[in-house]
């Protein structure tokens, strides 16, 4: 630490082998406090391994993973959560018997440690924070419905709404745009640009949209084959004759 | 809601109401019956705790009922300690036999959870089935005490419907406490839920232990009203049994079991006695029901949970 806050974030040397596919190959990143952080590369290329890693639904092989200068390398996903890291997924994985208020609010009662009170009526409880969660994300008018019945579109959007709920110092999203239209996408960026100003949250994202990449992140990892290639500006990124290789010269396409 | 909730309520306090006049209209045999009833559902309830709204395989949950209905036996029979201490040592045998079990169990996912679960429960009763000197065997015991204030038609009728009610309530808010609604997060998603930072493990450690306490605290009422106990208390076609009122009555709905439990204990009792083949009956009807119904009866008329409302 040597005086100087801590990185929210920062993943050293980090290897998963899956039966001997080398998955995440000596991967590194930084995310500082405030900042938001987009990992790109091509499909197989190890984001959503990496974020699992990150998030303890999956055990590194070796590595380490300082989350705010404490080794959380291989937590499991419920004490990683308790640290302060949200994430949500790149699959729409909602709680779809629920209401969408009732999703949001069984994050906010976790977060209130209030998950083993067996006897108090649930439905007063945690609704003010609920309510202030699902309207934040603009999904208040629809706080009755079944989850399972909502739009895609909107179901990404309660993903977010759902992480929101244990109140995290670093969010984690898993392609937030995946599968929505432009104008949803549109709605979705100016939704976590707010958040960003309103909750000062941190982000780690990671995205097949280029526009939204390039638009919204702060800095960009690259990742190809399991390997970090670079972690550096939009600007120098684009510039970077490696990160132009992987993307155009490479055998993997690139989808932007 | 509101109205919802009110109707709710209009309905069970006319049930309430019933069943508190049932005995100044019914013969022996129907107060009997309506006991059965209460018993059976009060066990279907408790196994719906995990089942319907924790979304675990409890296949083989008759395994704590007859625990519980085996510890009071054993504790008034064997003890010379007043009953009172039989009663207090049904549901926490049930919930020791649960907190082992699950121990064991918890660690597996799913299909495999149900497949152990009914293997060890299968040991238990392949020990009370055999353990002649202790257990009585396959015969059984008979002819067990109950406390003398209750030690009538009556008073076993009174007393089973008010610890009847006792536990549904506490069920009841517990399935609409946070602890239920979380559980409902593990039923729908257990991976989502450890990653909104909860131990799913030990909820549904937890869940198992609160299941098996209510079905111990049935098997306790059981003994009270039949005077004895058999290996059959715990035999696995009973835990199927169970499963199916679970699934006729609607599993997503707090009340559903006991509108299973009630269908079937009273097509075994009515049809059983025109021809032994009423499980025939019961097999058309389960039939229709996952064809035209597959969300159970209260289901269907709900189509969504009472429990998962505000």
């Given at each position: 630490m040597a005086g100087a806050e801590p990185l929210m974030l920062e993943v050293k040397n980090l290897n998963k082998t899956f039966d001997g596919f080398q998955a995440v190959s000596g991967a590194r990143l930084r995310v500082e406090k405030g900042q938001v952080v987009a990992v790109i590369g091509p499909n197989g290329a190890g984001k959503t391994t990496l974020f699992n890693l990150i998030t303890g639904q999956l055990t590194p092989d070796s590595g380490l993973i300082l989350f705010q200068g404490e080794d959380i390398t291989g937590r499991k996903p419920y004490l990683v959560c308790r640290k302060g890291i949200s994430r949500s997924y790149q699959?729409?994985?909602?709680?779809?018997?629920?209401?969408v208020f009732e999703n949001v609010q069984i994050a906010v009662l976790s977060f209130q440690k209030k998950s083993f009170h067996w006897y108090a009526a649930a439905r007063k409880m945690a609704v003010a924070e609920t309510r202030a969660i699902l309207k934040s994300v603009g999904l208040a008018d629809k706080a009755d419905q079944i989850s399972g019945s909502l739009s895609h579109g909107d179901q990404k959007v309660l993903e977010i709404a759902i992480a929101l709920g244990n109140k995290p110092k670093l969010l984690i999203l898993?392609?937030?745009?995946?599968?929505?239209s432009p104008e949803e996408t549109g709605l979705s960026l100016t939704l976590l640009r707010r958040l960003c100003t309103d909750h000062g949250l941190t982000i780690l994202f990671c995205e097949h949209d280029m526009g939204m990449v390039f638009s919204f992140a702060h800095e960009i990892m690259v990742m190809q084959q399991g390997q970090t290639i670079v972690q550096s500006t939009p600007a120098e990124v684009r510039r970077d004759p490696r990160v132009q290789a992987a993307y155009l010269g490479g055998t993997d396409k690139c989808s932007a | 809601m509101v109205d919802r909730r009110y109707r709710l309520a209009v309905i069970l306090s006319g049930l309430v109401l019933f069943f508190l006049a049932a005995p100044s209209f019914l013969s022996r045999y129907y107060l009997y019956l309506i006991g059965l009833i209460l018993i059976t559902g009060l066990l279907a309830t408790s196994l719906n705790m995990?089942?319907?709204?924790?979304?675990?395989?409890?296949?083989?949950?008759?395994v704590f009922y007859g625990v519980g209905a085996y510890s009071f036996a054993l504790v008034s029979m064997k003890s010379g300690l007043p009953p009172a201490v039989g009663y207090a040592a049904a549901p926490v045998m049930a919930a020791l036999a649960s907190l082992i079990i699950g121990l064991i169990t918890i660690r597996l996912s799913k299909l495999y959870f149900g497949m152990l679960q009914l293997s060890l429960g299968s040991l238990v009763w392949a020990i009370v089935y055999r353990w002649y000197s202790f257990t009585g065997g396959d015969d059984g015991i008979h002819g067990i005490n109950i406390p003398e204030?209750?030690?009538?038609t009556r008073g076993v009728y009174y007393f089973t419907l008010v610890v009847t009610i006792i536990c549904m309530y506490l069920m009841f808010r517990m399935v609409n406490s946070p602890f239920g609604r979380i559980f409902q997060g593990i039923r729908d998603n257990p991976e989502r839920t450890e990653a909104i930072g909860v131990n799913v493990k030990s909820h549904q450690l937890v869940g198992q232990i609160i299941a098996g306490t209510f079905a111990g605290i049935a098997g306790a009422l059981f003994v009270t009203v039949e005077g004895s106990v058999f290996p059959d208390l715990m035999f696995w076609t009973l835990s199927l049994e169970l499963i199916i009122m679970c699934l006729l009555g609607g599993w997503y709905v707090f009340f559903g079991p006991m509108l299973g439990a009630a269908i079937i204990v009273v097509l075994r009792t009515f049809v059983g006695i025109y021809t032994e083949y009423w499980t025939l009956v019961l097999g058309i009807v389960l039939m229709l029901l996952i064809y035209f119904l597959p969300q159970g009866i209260l289901g269907y008329f709900q189509r969504r949970p009472l429990s998962e409302e505000h």
């Open positions: 699959i729409v994985n909602i709680f779809h018997r629920l209401t898993d392609e937030p745009t995946a599968g929505m | 995990v089942l319907g709204f924790g979304g675990m395989y409890q296949f083989h949950h008759s204030v209750i030690d009538s």
